[in-house]
């Protein structure tokens, strides 16, 4: 399960809006039982509508905000501008972190759609995501 306030909601959302007409990114920083303590927007380093890559810059980043701050980067959301808010094959096997929370938000729609997954060893399940 994924805990997110809806300050981090719409933080998520405002950055996969801002993005367009790319797939917007970020990080998710928290706790090991999938508390969303911050969320860090990136930029699309592959600047695409179709795929995302999160900034190295960013990463490192948020690997050591994570380290001074007692955190783990528990997971990566990203946008999908064209399609429904399920993993595409791409992102299955991009997927880097078994024990990541792996956030999709839809702008396929007017009202942007936003679900989790966890991905391991290539299977794809859909987590519930508490606010």
């Given at each position: 399960?994924?805990?997110l306030s809806i300050d981090h909601v719409n933080?998520?959302?405002?950055t996969c809006i801002r993005a367009l007409p790319d797939e917007g990114c970020g990080l998710l920083l928290g706790t090991p039982d999938g508390s969303v303590v911050e969320v860090m927007a990136s930029p699309?380093?592959?600047r695409s509508s179709r795929v995302y890559e999160v900034d190295s810059r960013v990463l490192?980043?948020?690997y050591r905000r994570a380290d001074d701050e007692g955190l783990l980067v528990i997971g990566v959301f990203h946008s999908h501008t064209h399609s429904e808010a399920?993993?595409?094959p791409t992102?299955?096997?991009q997927a880097p972190d078994p024990l990541w929370h792996y956030v999709l938000v839809s702008l396929r729609d007017?009202?942007?759609v936003m679900r989790s997954y966890r991905i391991i060893d290539g299977i794809v399940s859909e987590?519930?995501?508490?606010r």
């Open positions: 399960m994924l805990s933080a998520i959302v405002a699309n380093a592959a490192l980043q948020a399920y993993p595409s992102d299955v096997h007017a009202t942007a987590e519930e995501v508490r």
